[in-house]
């Protein structure tokens, strides 16, 4: 395990930023980015379409499994809005990849979201994003360090430049 071998898990309901967040964290890091929405469009045709998880889990494994190999270090674009979700993907991946695990929480509002994904190309429904933002800020729900993060960082890009909120994350050099 070295310091290099790391993964990066957004958090974030739809529409809260996460993808621009990670094409920013992607040129800091060097990293390569697996999105859930980029897999469904390569399993389903449409990123709009759920399909079944288990096959979507392997095909997202076999990325990060990639990725790792690649450059050491990982981004993973998708809600991980439930607990388990993230905690799941840390526990799958860790026998197989030492790893140190970072959060980055996008702390964008509810309205906020609602408003953007207004102007997205593929719309997620309303009720999806209200009940993901809602399970992120309820207290027994909201992303914590234990769940296996080395670090936990808090970003909102509707309150200014998402980079420099993403550079201020790290120490300097």
Known sequence: ??????????????????STAAQH???????????TDDLRQELWGDPSIQGPWPKLERRLHQRIH??????????????HAKPRWRRR??????????????????????????LW???????VPDEVIVRFHAALV??????????GFHQLHRLDPSRGDLAEQIDAAFPPS
């Open 89 to 114: 993907l840390i526990q799958e991946l860790e026998p197989h990849h030492p790893m140190i695990w970072f959060g980055w929480w996008l702390q964008t509002p509810l309205e906020t979201c609602l």
């Open 117 to 123: 994904n207004q102007w997205r190309r593929r719309q």
């Open 138 to 147: 309820h207290p027994d729900t909201a992303p914590r360090k234990e769940e």
């Open 66 to 79: 990639v990725a790792i190999q690649d450059k050491g270090r990982v981004i993973v674009d998708a809600t």
């Open 25 to 35: 964290l992607s040129l800091r890091l060097n990293a390569t980015v697996v999105s």
């Open 1 to 18: 395990l070295t310091e290099s071998t790391h993964g990066h898990v957004l958090i974030g309901p739809p529409a809260s930023g996460k």
